[in-house]
């Protein structure tokens, strides 16, 4: 039996896995709203899928939390510049300390700013399902399927240099692939807003 909790109210679900329990959630949820996060014994499920792999015990409790997909397709470009504009910085910052700190201190950096990039790409993953012009994000040919792609891409390598330890292939990885394609998202965000007015 998986305990449900959907935005604080709570359900006994008698799915045998991770998906099952999420489909039998997803019944519950009004139309008018959309999955923001779950959580599985309250980690998010991609840190616990990442830390456990695919093992589900079997007294679980699974937290959902929505958001209301009208008021999220109303703000999405505000945050999304917001995250993307605070990522440049931070990641600036973390490529100049390597030169200035050791090399414990840098990791921590970039694992910080790694954790800030989870989040643009979580505001960028709801943005897709919620926002019907989303898919009109473009720039000088760059759509927002290829951006989407890339930073998942490069999210993943500079995970694995984190864990690798590398910080040096890190500080390259953020100078001459993240920064610059970030620069693109900005620029990709910043025309589609200006194209609202």
């Given at each position: 039996m998986v305990r449900l909790n959907i935005d604080n109210l709570n359900y006994d679900s008698p799915a045998r896995n991770i998906q099952e329990a999420i489909q039998s959630a997803s019944e519950k949820i009004s139309t008018d709203r959309m999955v923001s996060e779950v959580l599985l014994g309250g980690k998010r499920l991609s840190?616990?899928?990442?830390?456990f792999g695919g093992a589900f015990p079997e007294q679980t409790e699974i937290t959902i939390r929505t958001v209301?997909?009208?008021?999220?397709a109303?703000?999405?470009l505000d945050s999304a510049l917001c995250s993307?504009?605070?990522?440049?910085?931070?990641?600036?910052?973390a490529a100049e300390s390597l030169y200035d700190q050791d090399s414990r201190s840098a990791?921590?950096?970039?694992s910080s700013c790694l954790e800030g990039l989870k989040q643009f790409l979580y505001v960028i993953d709801l943005s897709r399902e919620a926002c019907p012009d989303f898919a009109a994000v473009n720039h000088n040919g760059v759509n927002s399927v290829k951006l989407h792609a890339e930073l998942v891409r490069l999210s993943s390598?500079?995970?694995?240099?984190l864990k690798a330890q590398d910080v040096?292939?890190?500080a390259d990885r953020v100078d001459y692939a993240l920064?610059?394609?970030l620069h693109l998202w900005n620029q990709a965000l910043t025309h589609h807003q200006e194209s609202q007015y």
């Open positions: 840190d616990w899928m990442e830390e209301n997909r009208n008021q999220w109303a703000t999405w993307v504009r605070r990522l440049q910085q931070s990641f600036m910052r990791q921590r950096l970039f390598q500079l995970t694995q240099l040096d292939g890190m920064l610059p394609h």
